[in-house]
């Protein structure tokens, strides 16, 4: 069982910058990919950005594409999303996940609040 836990939300002005971890616990962790997702107020749950685990390889939101950049550390087992030129927009619960396989998310954290003043 993966366990994922989330830090490094927090209230930033407009135009400012957060980088957010997220820890991976478990006997063998060795994902597929790893990914972020956010739900603001009143909204559905979104899809942020996720990289392939062994690769590297990235995905971005068009909402985010050129602001937000996902990495990771395997050392660590841990990957951060760093958001940089945050808008009121951005503001919203933001949750990390992992997968075993292609398109099937099935671990998540508890999420962390990211909020953007104007």
């Known amino acids: 069982q993966v366990q994922l836990v989330e830090s490094g939300g927090g209230l930033v002005q407009a135009g400012g910058s957060l980088r957010l971890s997220c820890s991976a616990s478990g006997r063998t962790f060795s994902p597929y990919a790893m990914g972020w997702f956010r739900r603001a107020p009143g909204k559905e749950r979104e899809f942020v950005a996720r990289i392939i685990w062994n690769r590297s390889t990235t995905f971005y939101a068009d909402s985010v594409k050129g602001r937000f950049t996902i990495s990771r550390d395997n050392a660590k087992n841990t990957v951060y999303l760093q958001m940089n030129s945050l808008k009121s927009d951005d503001t919203a619960v933001y949750y990390c996940?992992?997968?075993?396989?292609?398109?099937?998310?099935?671990?998540w954290g508890q999420g962390t609040q990211v909020t953007v003043s104007s």
């Open positions: 996940a992992s997968s075993k396989v292609p398109a099937s998310w099935d671990s």
